[in-house]
């Protein structure tokens, strides 16, 4: 789900809890929103099940599992750039 300001729901994580086939398949719900706090204690229960990714973890997902990707599979090529900020 790409909702900048709504955290999906407990509605949402039960409705994909629902279809996947544990032991056998698990799900991942990704939401650049984030998650409600039912959500998020739904999953706890449940966290064979499904897993919760946010826009962060995605991206740090992203970032450590990149490099492990053989060349020819980089789609979307990724420079990684430092810079210090002067608080």
Same mark, same amino acid.
């Given at each position: ?15 994909? #809890? ?6 056998? #398949? ?62």
């Amino acid at each position: 789900k790409h909702w900048k300001k709504n955290k999906a729901g407990i509605d949402l994580v039960r409705q994909l #809890s629902g279809v996947v086939n544990y032991p056998y #398949s698990t799900g991942m719900f990704i939401s650049s929103g984030g998650f409600t706090d039912d959500a998020v204690y739904e999953t706890n229960i449940t966290h064979e099940k499904v897993s919760l990714i946010n826009l962060e973890k995605l991206y740090n997902l992203w970032i450590s599992n990149y490099s492990k990707l053989p060349e020819n599979e980089h789609i979307i090529k990724v420079k990684n750039i430092s810079y210090v900020i002067d608080a």
